[in-house]
């Protein structure tokens, strides 16, 4: 999507932070990059997207929602917002949409400009076969097919994405499930000194420790729980003090739980 939008040295509009491959893309296009921040509250800045907007001319933007790394959904509103302002196309990849609120998929429809991108990777399990898909106005899936070859999915890719589709109720099921042990795991966190859990729409929490992370994390590593900090590659407040945990099942998530008690006991 972005190579069929843009050319060499045009402007694209990219959250801070949000997925590095992005970046890759954009830098792999010799794309100019244009950052703008999330607020405090890790929602979107409209009016700061629609003045850089305005200000720089770019010929895209693209963010994930639920989002990487902040685990929360934007507000649809917002997300509309920019279509709606913006004449450019605004790519969402919804990858966590299962764990979210809502979809953006209906709204394709009423906006020439939204595109949105899904993905068997997560929810459904399929990560080894990067099945995916994406739901766009006419005229870019014609431009799709204009200038690229699809590939060949192989056939055990194809086999386990139809099992899903066939029955897809088992899948929602489990994600269902998932869902309320998300938020008994974070009512758990919550009430532990030092940690502050973030609204989660995702399979993920993003949580924040009152100092920075590395004592901490070197107790959970000790206790076989990995989880996973920031480098400088992001930007935004307060990373030095921030990490990411991928939920599991209740063992794992019991595991996990126990071992951020006697971390933080540890070290009191």
């Known amino acids: 999507m972005i190579s069929i939008t843009t050319k060499p040295k045009n402007d694209i509009i990219l959250l801070a932070p949000d997925k590095e491959i992005y ?5 792999n ?39 990487y790394p902040t685990a929360n959904q934007f507000d649809e509103g917002d997300v509309l917002t ?3 302002e913006l004449e450019i196309p605004i790519i969402v990849d919804e990858a966590y949409v299962e764990f979210g609120k809502y979809s953006l998929v209906n709204q394709v429809q009423y906006f020439d400009n939204l595109t949105v991108i899904r993905s068997f990777a997560k929810a459904w399990g399929l990560g080894a076969t990067s099945s995916a ?31 899903i589709l066939q029955a ?45 992370i590395s004592e901490l994390y070197d107790q959970l590593c000790s206790k076989g729980i990995i989880v996973q900090t920031f480098d400088n590659n992001q930007s935004f407040k307060d990373k030095e003090k921030s990490f990411l945990v991928t939920l599991g099942d209740t063992t794992t998530n019991e595991r996990f739980i126990l071992a951020a008690i006697e971390a933080l006991e540890t070290m009191l």
């Open 29 to 67: 296009q010799k794309l100019n990059i244009q950052r703008i921040s999330l607020m405090d509250n890790f929602e979107l800045d409209i009016n700061a997207i629609i003045e850089l907007a305005e200000k720089t001319s770019p010929k895209a933007i693209i963010f994930s929602s639920p989002h």
């Open 82 to 84: 920019l279509a709606r």
């Open 133 to 163: 898909y994406l739901i766009s106005d006419p005229k870019y899936i014609n431009l799709l097919k204009e200038n690229y070859f699809i590939e060949e999915i192989p056939p055990i890719h194809i086999l386990a994405t139809i099992h």
């Open 168 to 212: 897809p109720y088992k899948f929602v099921e489990l994600i269902n499930n998932f869902i309320v042990e998300r938020k008994r795991v974070i009512e758990h966190l919550k009430i532990l000194s030092g940690l502050k859990v973030s609204r989660s729409d995702t399979n993920f929490l993003f949580i924040r420790y009152k100092n920075e």
């Open 23 to 27: 970046d890759v893309i954009a830098q």
